[in-house]
């Protein structure tokens, strides 16, 4: 289960050649987010591309993945 919640963008990057299970997903932005409960996790971002420093929000977890998105 990932953890749910707000943080800041850390670091990201996006994907263009996924692995087989992602591949129909790419490209995709992964990013690293420091949640404002002081931990990092690694999550993929859904909508408009966050940039290093942006403020986000946890929207959903699929398969094992959180998903977030920039904070509106």
Do not use: C, N, W
Request: overall charge negative.
């Amino acid at each position: 289960m990932a953890e749910s919640g707000e943080g800041v963008v850390y670091t990201e990057t996006v994907v263009h050649s996924a692995t087989p299970q992602f591949a129909a997903d790419a490209p995709y932005q992964l990013a690293i987010v420091a949640l404002d409960s002081g931990s990092r996790v690694t999550v993929r971002i859904s909508g408009d591309r966050a940039e290093i420093g942006d403020r986000v929000v946890f929207v959903e977890e699929r398969d094992g993945v959180a998903y977030y998105r920039k904070r509106t």
